[in-house]
């Protein structure tokens, strides 16, 4: 398994060193395959590959760890997907390799994985897989694993679409988002007098890409 780090991650190419997965590592590669047919005469860079990887990757995610469409948006996994170099594509070759990853795109280092990733997040996942913030709001504050002291906790995701709509706009989505989440997270907290709360939403890029929910922030160091 490949032992990576943010810089690594984000060339399109990888030939990072790999391991055994007994042996310390911050990368696992859970799903491979050969291009369909249809990228054969697609440049390198063509945005079809993106969207390709996308869909592909991230569903083999989410059933290799073992999480739901909501755990997904709120753990500090994530993954990362590779292509042959450029060279290799010019000579006709035609693969691609998805990673998962022991941080987020935020962080600055990856942690050590367990020796395989395989279902870790099913179940209940230790708190050091989940994602909370540090700081006066969530949108101002330091996203830290939950196993750090914290403000808030990403507590629930809402759904605010289904995969035919169009993207309804940014204001639409953060009022629906602020409604929504203001809902989800008094009921998360079992519906006290006074609460605090945060929410996180996504723009046009990520609900081209299928992401239809946002995620919800509850005030909490617990």
Sequence with gaps: MPLADPEDVALPANATKT???????????????????????????????????????????????????????RTTLSWAWFRPSEKAW???????????????????????????????????????????????????????????????????????GQPEDEYPGDRVMESRTRSFCATSVKAWLNYPAEFEYGFTFFHKAEWDAGIRRSVCWARTGE
């Design 19 to 73: 391991v055994p997965c007994s042996e310390e590592h911050t990368a696992e590669t859970f799903a491979t395959g050969k291009l369909p047919a249809e990228f054969d005469d697609v440049e390198y860079d063509d945005a079809s590959l993106g969207a390709f990887a996308y869909r592909t990757c991230s569903t083999a995610f989410a059933k290799f760890v073992g999480a739901d469409e909501s755990l997904v948006l």
């Design 90 to 160: 010019k000579k006709g070759a035609r693969w691609y390799r998805c990673d998962v990853l022991g941080g987020s795109t935020a962080s600055t280092s990856y942690r050590p994985l367990p020796e395989t990733a395989e279902g870790m997040l099913a179940g209940r996942p230790p708190d050091v897989w989940l994602s909370c913030a540090r700081g006066p709001s969530v949108g101002e504050g330091e996203k830290v694993p939950c196993s750090q002291k914290h403000d808030w906790r990403a507590v629930t995701t809402v759904k605010l």
